[in-house]
């Protein structure tokens, strides 16, 4: 199992590094963009989001072990499609308005996840994915607030 989660964890890692090499970020629209009070420091996504890929890659390792061709795998699949995509939205095609639809469709999908986890009696990975649900709302409020205050 464990190799199974470092390799998705390098899958996700690698995906998101050659979308930014693909569709580099513009930091220069980013920093003039108005930003909540909120928003934290620019260091604390990528740590954050090391931490979440963590959560993201066991989890998908999980149902990819135990639920491999089930719904429950295909909505994380499409979960993790949605959350590489986000970034290269924001960021370099500079559409909010876009990647706040698909981060509430990451929340949705997430959403359905956590109700799988919960009607298993899946406690750690209900609790672990909950984690990742806080920040992704966390997330889709600067993002909210981006698109109505530029």
Same mark, same amino acid.
């Given at each position: 199992?464990?190799?199974?989660?470092?390799?998705?964890?390098?899958?996700?890692?690698?995906?998101?590094?050659?979308?930014?090499?693909?569709?580099?970020?513009?930091?220069?629209?980013?920093?003039?963009?108005?930003?909540?009070? =909120?928003?934290?420091? /620019? %260091?604390?996504?990528?740590?954050?989001?090391? #931490?979440?890929? *963590?959560? +993201?890659? &066991?989890?998908?390792?999980?149902?990819?072990?135990?639920?491999?061709?089930?719904?429950?795998?295909?909505?994380?699949?499409?979960?993790?499609?949605?959350?590489?995509?986000?970034?290269?939205?924001?960021?370099?095609?500079?559409?909010?308005?876009?990647?706040?639809?698909?981060?509430?469709?990451?929340?949705?999908?997430?959403? =359905?996840?956590?109700? /799988? %986890?919960?009607?298993?009696?899946?406690?750690? #990975?209900?609790? *672990?994915? +909950?984690? &990742?649900?806080?920040?992704?709302?966390?997330?889709?409020?600067?993002?909210?607030?981006?698109?109505?205050?530029?």
């Amino acid at each position: 199992m464990l190799a199974l989660v470092i390799t998705i964890y390098i899958l996700i890692l690698s995906s998101n590094f050659v979308l930014q090499k693909i569709f580099p970020n513009n930091q220069t629209l980013y920093d003039t963009l108005v930003k909540s009070q =909120y928003n934290p420091p /620019n %260091y604390i996504f990528p740590i954050i989001w090391l #931490l979440l890929y *963590l959560i +993201i890659s &066991y989890s998908y390792a999980q149902s990819y072990t135990y639920s491999y061709g089930s719904t429950l795998f295909y909505v994380w699949t499409l979960h993790i499609i949605l959350n590489i995509i986000w970034s290269p939205i924001f960021f370099h095609f500079e559409n909010p308005s876009l990647s706040l639809i698909v981060i509430g469709s990451m929340i949705g999908t997430l959403a =359905y996840i956590l109700y /799988n %986890y919960y009607d298993t009696k899946n406690v750690v #990975l209900f609790w *672990l994915n +909950i984690i &990742y649900l806080i920040w992704l709302t966390f997330a889709f409020y600067l993002n909210f607030y981006v698109v109505v205050h530029n």
